[in-house]
């Protein structure tokens, strides 16, 4: 599996190739860019390559910056998951059972660690706190949609008002 | 080693042989030498007159003592206003007005000389009164017309003097010179009395008549509409924002009524594209689902209709791979960028025919949580595979085309207006997001985007129902108002309320749901023009299963929901 990752273009072979474990890039920079990781699947997988389009900034967040602890590195970690809908047999294989040159099943860790947070347990935390505000979006829409029978009714006795009004008018003379 | 190598040499040489890239060396902008130094001036306290004073009053200030000022340099400044008076003989000539007698036009100039032409002041200060008769009372306007005109016709008769003068002078120059000049000086003395200011006559012709113009009335008309305009009332303020809102309501109207109308056209159109849905697909023998290009699904696809249909008919026809925890226990999760279970059952080989049974593995499709908190699910949906073993993935994935995806790739398409406002409210939740552009949630696995698709979801149509009880309400403000305009048109407010009572008026309320559901939905969801049809039900068959689409209503979540044909 080939890696390629695309850094700002203004440092030296901006483009770096990985042709094996580690894909990592250690270089000294400024400010904040994108940065391009382009994976290419082995030819007998048959996949096209993909991209993952990935923020680099190289500062600590805004809300925390002034007392980020001086020295301390800052992480930009996210969650992706590759789906390969309809893969080749052989490819199925490698996935499912490792691939021969090594056979370590990728897996999420159950519990969140200071350098991976992403863990079934964090997962579920997710969806839980999802949970939590799907149930209050529901209760705010029940609020709502009775507010909106109110305001309807309302509106609808105010136009019938006023239409009686306007042909019960005394006639002027 | 090489690190040390590295630091041993100056960064500047290292990027010379790395690359012929320009090194950018400070260079300092300025080298104070020797040769610079000058004799510095110094500074002295001096004192000073202004010629803008009377009172030669000396002031004193920081100078350089090389530098010598003939007049306070703010001198300038203290500009003054010279006014042109007339001449008796010019008043009686051109200047008599049936309103003003000579005394009291006097007393005006002389107050604008005074005060330099601010006439709110010469208003304010304005007590002429004579002997004789009462005084008049005059107004701004009426001060100002009076200097006006008066201004306007010095000026016109000047001119013509001026004219006539230059021509007698080129005549008579050589015959009567001195004449002439003596004539001249007797009326330029003549005027010098009674300007007072002979140097600055000539200038004085040249004031055009334009310079003086002030038409009175329209500048009254100008006062008293802005007087209107402070006077008004509150009521009447109200009044009119109200009806500044139904003017825009209009508008606003017409141009919805537009785009419905579009919007219905097109619509229609796409319903009698897509009417004729029923797709069979034949799969026949395929040699263990492997390569696309000869995969022999022989699918017979509506080309209109393909996006559906190709998709489905590819799922079908090989191993789908989808992150499916149905075994979580066995730890066979994935971390990033890689397959998460192994699916319960292997694709079969020699795959004939096959069968989609898509179904909720929870009771109704809900999505609850099970005892164990480490077991989250997506909905599922299992695929039956023609030996009578099935696959189980996730229902979000069933619709993949082949390849690879990303997940957070998939989540629910959002109208971009619709972003901002769907953002905030995922903040005021207290939902965290990733910083894209699009609300993301932190780990997007297949659980969690089902719930954050259903969350989005519930936003959107919170946002359009918001929206509508917002409008309602304005709209009700303004039909009160209009309300109380005829009960005031009525001879009492007691007769009004009778003619109301009388006429036993029950709400009619719409069903305002189908609209939701069709302009939130509508747009929203993949399902695309079906949400709009209610209680319609519409049979697709994909990959020899049939399934029905049911519009979603507002609480059941998002996702189709599937059924097996029987």
């Given at each position: 599996m080939d890696v390629e990752i695309k850094l700002h273009e203004t440092f030296i072979d901006s483009n770096r190739i990985f042709k094996s474990e580690p894909y990592e890039v250690s270089e000294t920079g400024w400010g904040e860019f994108e940065v391009i990781i382009k994976i290419y699947f082995p030819p007998f997988s048959g996949e096209k390559p993909i991209s993952i389009y990935h923020m680099l900034k190289l500062y600590p967040p805004e809300n925390l910056s002034k007392n980020w602890p001086k020295g301390k590195a800052i992480q930009n970690l996210f969650y992706e998951e590759l789906i390969f809908s309809d893969p080749t047999e052989e490819f199925y294989e490698v996935l499912t059972n490792g691939s021969s040159t090594k056979d370590v099943k990728p897996e999420i860790p159950l519990k969140s660690t200071a350098l991976v947070p992403f863990s079934i347990e964090a997962e579920a935390d997710e969806a839980k706190s999802l949970e939590k505000a799907i149930a209050t979006m529901k209760k705010k829409i029940s609020e709502y949609r009775e507010k909106m029978s109110n305001v309807d009714k309302q509106n609808s006795i105010l136009k019938q008002e006023i239409a009686t009004l306007e042909s019960n008018l005394p006639s002027k003379k | 080693m090489d690190n040390e190598y590295r630091n041993a040499i100056s960064k500047e040489l290292i990027s010379l042989y790395q690359e012929n890239k320009p090194v950018s060396v400070p260079i300092p902008t300025h080298i104070i030498s020797k040769k610079d130094k000058k004799e510095h001036t110094p500074w002295v306290?001096?004192?000073?007159?202004?010629?803008?004073?009377?009172?030669?009053?000396?002031?004193?200030?920081?100078?350089?003592?090389?530098?010598?000022?003939?007049?306070?340099?703010?001198?300038?400044?203290?500009?003054?206003?010279?006014?042109?008076?007339?001449?008796?003989?010019?008043?009686?000539?051109?200047?008599?007005?049936?309103?003003?007698?000579?005394?009291?036009?006097?007393?005006?100039?002389?107050?604008?000389?005074?005060?330099?032409?601010?006439?709110?002041?010469?208003?304010?200060?304005?007590?002429?009164?004579?002997?004789?008769?009462?005084?008049k009372k005059r107004s701004v306007e009426d001060l100002k017309d009076r200097y006006y005109t008066v201004m306007r016709n010095l000026?016109?008769?000047?001119?013509?003097?001026?004219?006539?003068?230059?021509?007698?002078?080129?005549?008579?120059?050589?015959?009567?010179?001195?004449?002439?000049?003596?004539?001249?000086?007797?009326?330029?003395?003549?005027?010098?009395?009674?300007?007072?200011?002979?140097?600055?006559?000539?200038?004085?012709?040249?004031?055009p008549e334009a310079y003086y113009t002030f038409d009175k009335e329209k500048e009254q008309k100008r006062k008293s509409l802005l007087e209107i305009l402070y006077s008004r009332t509150q009521e009447e303020i109200e009044e009119e924002e109200i009806l500044l809102y139904e003017a825009r309501n209009i508008e606003a109207n017409q141009r919805r009524f537009i785009t419905q109308r579009e919007m219905l056209l097109r619509n229609h159109s796409v319903f009698e594209e897509t009417t004729p849905k029923i797709v069979t697909v034949n799969l026949s023998a395929v040699g263990a689902g492997g390569d696309h290009s000869d995969a022999a699904a022989t699918a017979t696809v509506d080309p209109k209709s393909g996006n559906l249909t190709s998709g489905s008919a590819q799922v079908g026809s090989g191993a789908i791979l989808t992150p499916t925890p149905a075994t979580p226990a066995a730890g066979s999760g994935s971390g990033t960028g890689v397959v998460r279970a192994p699916t319960p059952g292997t694709p079969g080989s020699g795959l004939t025919k096959q069968k989609?049974?898509?179904?909720?593995?929870?009771?109704?499709?809900?999505?609850?949580?099970?005892?164990?908190?480490?077991?989250?699910?997506?909905?599922?949906?299992?695929?039956?595979?023609?030996?009578?073993?099935?696959?189980?993935?996730?229902?979000?994935?069933?619709?993949?085309?082949?390849?690879?995806?990303?997940?957070?790739?998939?989540?629910?398409?959002?109208p971009k207006n619709k972003l901002?406002?769907?953002?905030?409210?995922?903040?005021?939740?207290?939902?965290?997001?990733?910083?894209?552009?699009?609300?993301?949630?932190?780990?997007?696995?297949?659980?969690?985007?089902?719930?954050?698709?259903?969350?989005?979801?519930?936003?959107?149509?919170?946002?359009?129902?918001?929206?509508?009880?917002?409008?309602?309400?304005?709209?009700?403000?303004?039909?009160?108002?209009?309300k109380n305009n005829l009960i005031s048109q009525y001879p009492s407010k007691a007769k009004a309320e009778k003619v109301i009572s009388d006429a036993n008026i029950k709400p009619i309320v719409k069903d305002m749901e189908h609209d939701f559901t069709f302009s939130s939905l509508g747009l929203a969801t993949p399902i695309g023009p079906f949400a709009s049809a209610r209680n319609r039900t519409r049979v697709c068959r994909v990959a020899g299963g049939n399934y029905t689409t049911k519009p979603p209503m507002l609480e059941s979540s998002v996702a189709v929901e599937l059924s097996e044909e029987g």
């Open positions: - | 306290w001096k004192g000073f007159t202004s010629s803008a004073r009377k009172d030669d009053l000396v002031l004193y200030r920081w100078t350089k003592s090389n530098e010598e000022y003939k007049d306070y340099y703010y001198t300038k400044y203290n500009a003054k206003l010279n006014i042109d008076m007339y001449t008796d003989e010019e008043y009686t000539k051109y200047l008599e007005d049936p309103g003003w007698t000579k005394e009291e036009t006097d007393y005006l100039f002389e107050l604008c000389k005074k005060f330099e032409l601010r006439f709110i002041i010469i208003h304010d200060r304005y007590h002429f009164s004579q002997s004789n008769s009462e005084a000026s016109r008769s000047r001119s013509r003097i001026a004219d006539s003068e230059s021509e007698n002078n080129e005549n008579n120059n050589n015959e009567t010179g001195e004449k002439q000049s003596s004539q001249k000086q007797d009326e330029q003395e003549k005027d010098k009395e009674q300007t007072a200011q002979p140097e600055k006559q000539k200038p004085s012709y040249i004031v989609l049974v898509f179904s909720t593995l929870e009771e109704g499709g809900k999505l609850t949580f099970g005892s164990d908190d480490h077991l989250i699910q997506p909905t599922m949906a299992a695929i039956e595979l023609q030996d009578g073993s099935s696959v189980i993935v996730a229902k979000r994935d069933v619709k993949l085309g082949p390849g690879v995806f990303l997940r957070s790739d998939k989540a629910m398409p959002m901002e406002p769907v953002r905030n409210i995922l903040d005021d939740l207290g939902v965290v997001c990733s910083a894209s552009f699009w609300p993301r949630p932190a780990m997007p696995t297949a659980a969690v985007c089902d719930r954050f698709d259903e969350l989005q979801q519930l936003i959107l149509n919170f946002i359009e129902i918001k929206k509508h009880v917002d409008k309602t309400e304005n709209d009700i403000k303004s039909l009160q108002h209009k």
